[in-house]
């Protein structure tokens, strides 16, 4: 059976969304899924997020995995896995959010960008982490340095990942996918542009592949 990190280095990419009208939902996760990213990252940034995450799972059931991002308290993730979300992505580590999700026995792939929040994610049992906001947080450069006495660790750059820099972030064996918005950006999505969403999801797609 395929591991979270499993699943996540076969996609390379995952689209972080921002939803404003639960009812997008579904056209746009058809849309990801059709074209080669069977993936979502739903953000708790808009009362959306929850109702999104509900519709996905059930017109999608089995087809497409679901994060639910932006999380950062225990209701959140209560509300997250009641509506079926297979992760949680948080932006910072907060050591009561990640142990609201082991007892809920639900992934997490909480936010670093130093050593110390390293050493406290490791210490809490996660070798899967998020390094954000990647770009303004020193970028390539920064990440090949932290990386360095941790081997161990496998880690998802989010922030400010774009075509331009995204091959070279997938480049290092430890960085398992990167998180992007570029193809699902706010205004597609409140045109429901699916046509140039699927167009930038399959331009993305064959770009990490």
Same mark, same amino acid.
């Given at each position: 059976?395929?591991?979270?990190?499993? /699943?996540?280095?076969?996609?390379?990419?995952?689209? $972080?969304?921002?939803?404003?009208?639960?009812?997008?939902?579904?056209?746009?996760?058809?849309?990801?899924?059709?074209?080669? #990213?069977?993936?979502?990252?739903?953000?708790?940034?808009?009362?959306?997020?929850?109702?999104?995450?509900?519709?996905?799972?059930?017109?999608?059931?089995?087809?497409?995995?679901?994060?639910?991002?932006?999380?950062?308290?225990?209701?959140?993730?209560?509300?997250?896995?009641?509506?079926?979300?297979?992760?949680? =992505?948080?932006?910072?580590?907060?050591?009561?959010?990640?142990?609201?999700?082991?007892?809920?026995?639900?992934?997490?792939?909480?936010?670093?960008?130093?050593?110390?929040?390293?050493?406290?994610?490791?210490?809490?049992?996660?070798?899967?982490? /998020?390094?954000?906001?990647?770009?303004?947080?020193?970028?390539?450069?920064?990440?090949?340095? #932290?990386?360095?006495?941790?081997?161990?660790?496998?880690?998802?750059?989010?922030?400010?990942?774009?075509?331009?820099?995204?091959?070279?972030?997938?480049?290092?064996?430890? $960085? =398992?996918?990167?998180?992007?918005?570029?193809?699902?950006?706010?205004?597609?999505? /409140?045109?429901?542009?699916?046509?140039?969403?699927?167009? #930038?999801?399959?331009?993305? $797609?064959?770009?990490? /592949?």
């Amino acid at each position: 059976m395929l591991t979270l990190i499993d /699943k996540l280095r076969q996609l390379r990419i995952i689209p $972080v969304i921002t939803i404003e009208r639960a009812q997008d939902i579904v056209p746009l996760g058809k849309t990801l899924e059709k074209n080669g #990213l069977p993936v979502a990252e739903i953000t708790f940034r808009t009362p959306a997020a929850a109702d999104a995450i509900k519709l996905l799972k059930e017109a999608m059931p089995n087809k497409i995995l679901i994060g639910a991002g932006t999380i950062i308290n225990r209701e959140q993730i209560r509300q997250a896995e009641a509506v079926g979300a297979d992760f949680i =992505v948080s932006p910072g580590l907060n050591p009561d959010t990640v142990k609201g999700c082991h007892e809920l026995d639900i992934p997490i792939i909480p936010g670093i960008n130093n050593p110390t929040q390293i050493e406290q994610a490791m210490q809490l049992g996660i070798n899967l982490v /998020k390094f954000f906001p990647a770009e303004p947080s020193g970028g390539l450069s920064m990440l090949k340095a #932290l990386l360095a006495p941790y081997p161990q660790l496998e880690i998802m750059p989010t922030g400010g990942i774009s075509p331009e820099n995204i091959r070279h972030y997938l480049a290092l064996p430890q $960085v =398992v996918a990167c998180g992007g918005s570029w193809m699902v950006e706010n205004k597609l999505i /409140k045109a429901r542009d699916w046509a140039a969403i699927g167009q #930038l999801t399959c331009e993305a $797609v064959t770009l990490v /592949k």
